[in-house]
């Protein structure tokens, strides 16, 4: 394991968390090994080690959501032979990043209420309809929103299943999320509960802030903020870079 | 190695990259063709959103443009007075397509214009190409064809605005060039072609320009259209990857020379029913999709707010 020594360090942070939080009467700390995800040009996701610790016995759950967005749903239809767009339905705040954690399955630990208030687990995300889709039949809504969670699913966006977190000992624990390319810049929160007969006892909530860096950050700035200069930059490259070709490749 | 595209964001394979740009210049170069037909789809299914492909695209063509028009300029095969009527008419017609463009991305229809776009158009050129190679192969043991004239005269010639282009031998009507160029400007910028695939037959069989200067001038035109829709795309959709259109463009660039290489092994109809083959082929893989139920009936897009 080649995360071995951090590990370690992060255990020994936990062990002065646990100190700290029993002295201070916390009945739970939470902290993440990163709170900066940078996107370079090399990125091909990555994990976050979320680690804390309780105190005295209790279900951990841990909950990850992104930056919101609207987002379409689109269902196709087969118009004249050929399957086309036919209808749509739009949704708005939904995270564009969606994880749970916990040490046991969500059934086990709290009721459906609970679930569904504090948005743990991918079908209890709360969903806002657009103003004209409100009139729309429910079971009609509930077929699309399953569509919009399943694509969210198919494109590792959404975790629907809980990730697992292991308890040490009752007091420790640690959970790694993992974050895929795909996933949107912006700022994301891990909001941790501790569960005690079924009841939220305590939630602390921790930013994750995901962000380009690099040269990938400035062409993307670039491309947004002087598009009009981007174009031209990207035509002058382009005839530069055809014109090159021409002239090396002319003698072979 | 793996390369995060900035304006696509994604993460992909540079060599995988690389060998597409490769593949795609090869064929380009045996046939003569820009690729871009090819290439937008390719992007399409490694999961690059249509509208990154279509904007990134067309920056590349513009770059693989110039370096095949410089080798025609050299030769003299490019009537640069025609080139820039049907240049006037590209740019009308390229600006209207970006606008186009950009209406049915929010209708959420983008996807459907695009194939059903490279269905109606690869499929006419492909089954006209195919058939007529197919009938030169056929006929060419037995007669040598007959001179006979330069080109059909019909009412398209009756058109006003005459004028003479020296370097096609032909006096026609300037509105035919334009309407020409309009119309290759709009399918360039919604399919993220140059266009040339459309505008050599179009230019041999509606304008009768001369074989020889066909393809330099389609090129020559070509580089400014799609310039024209980058920097359009680059403005109005933000969709233009330059790390991705340079990746696509080294492997292009050297696989065109090997491509061209081999193409003077082979003979001219029989390139040409080869590269009808492949053309119909693409066309049907599109029309495919099309019409076979897709897995699932739903799918998401983010609604980009401004």
């Known amino acids: ?90 949704f708005q705040g939904i995270p564009n990043f969606y994880a749970v954690a916990s040490n ?29 889709d409100r009139d729309r039949p429910a079971a009609e809504i509930a077929l699309y929103r399953e569509a919009l969670i399943r694509n ?101 | 190695m793996h390369f995060y595209l900035p304006i696509a964001e994604m993460s992909v394979n540079i060599f995988l990259i690389l060998a597409m740009g490769g593949g795609i210049g090869f064929l380009s170069g045996l046939f003569g063709v820009g690729g871009g037909f090819l290439m937008t789809p390719l992007l399409i299914f490694i999961g690059v959103p249509a509208p990154v492909a279509v904007g990134t695209e067309a920056n590349q063509i513009v770059a693989s443009s110039v370096s095949g028009v410089i080798a025609h300029m050299r030769r003299g095969n490019v009537d640069f007075k025609m080139g820039g009527v049907l240049l006037a008419g590209g740019f009308v017609g390229s600006s209207l397509g970006v606008v186009l ?6 209708l959420g229809q983008i996807d459907l214009v695009i194939k059903l776009c490279y269905v109606v158009f690869l499929g006419i050129i492909g089954g006209l190409m195919f058939v007529e190679s197919a009938r030169t192969i056929l006929r060419s043991r037995s007669v040598s064809a007959s001179r006979g004239k330069l080109h059909q005269h019909n009412w398209l010639h009756g058109l006003p605005f005459k004028m003479r282009f020296r370097r096609s031998k032909l ?26 695939f459309i505008m050599v037959p179009a230019m041999i069989y509606l304008l009768g320009m001369p074989t020889s200067v066909v393809i330099g001038t389609s090129l020559f035109q070509i580089i400014f259209v799609t310039a024209n829709v980058t920097f359009l795309q680059a403005v109005t959709t933000q969709t233009v990857d330059v790390p991705l259109a340079i990746l696509l463009l080294i492997g292009a660039v050297i696989g ?51």
């Open chain 2, 256 to 306: 065109a020379q090997f491509g061209s290489k081999y193409s003077v092994r082979l003979k001219g109809e029989q390139l040409r029913i080869l590269l009808a083959v492949m053309v119909i082929g693409v066309c049907a893989k599109i029309a495919y999709d099309l019409i076979v139920t897709p897995e699932d009936l739903y799918s998401i897009a983010p609604l980009i707010a401004h």
């Open chain 1, 152 to 252: 969210k699913q198919n494109s590792g966006l959404f975790s629907v299943e809980p990730e697992q977190i292991s308890i040490i000992s009752d007091r420790l624990f640690r959970t790694q999320i993992h974050f895929p390319s795909n996933m949107a810049t912006g700022s994301y929160s891990a909001v941790v509960y501790l569960f005690r007969d079924g009841e939220a006892v305590q939630a602390v909530s921790t930013p994750i802030l995901v962000e380009k860096v690099g040269v990938g950050a400035e062409i993307y700035n670039f491309a947004h903020q002087q598009s009009a200069l981007y174009g031209l930059a990207a035509i002058v490259i382009a005839v530069f870079s055809g014109w090159l070709g021409g002239v090396i490749f002319r003698k072979v």
């Open chain 1, 104 to 132: 046991r399955p969500l059934e086990e630990i709290t009721s459906p209420d609970i679930r569904e208030t504090q948005q743990i687990g991918a079908e209890h995300i709360a969903t806002k309809l657009a103003a004209e």
């Open chain 1, 1 to 90: 394991m080649k995360r071995n020594p951090a590990t370690f360090l992060l255990l020994i942070a936990a062990l002065v968390a646990v100190a700290s939080a029993s002295a201070r009467g916390q009945a739970l700390v939470a902290d993440l090994s990163s709170h900066h995800v940078a996107i370079t040009t090399g990125f091909t996701g990555t994990d976050v080690l979320l680690f804390g610790a309780v105190d005295g016995e209790g279900d951990v759950v841990v909950v990850i959501t992104g930056p919101p967005e609207s987002i379409a749903v689109r269902n196709k239809q087969r118009i004249a032979g050929i399957w086309v767009n036919a209808d749509t339905v739009e």
């Open chain 2, 101 to 106: 463009f950009k209406y049915l991305q929010g």
């Open chain 2, 171 to 196: 006096y026609i009507s300037a509105l035919l060039p334009l309407m020409v160029g309009a119309g290759v400007g709009v399918l360039s910028a919604l399919m993220g072609v140059g266009g040339g």
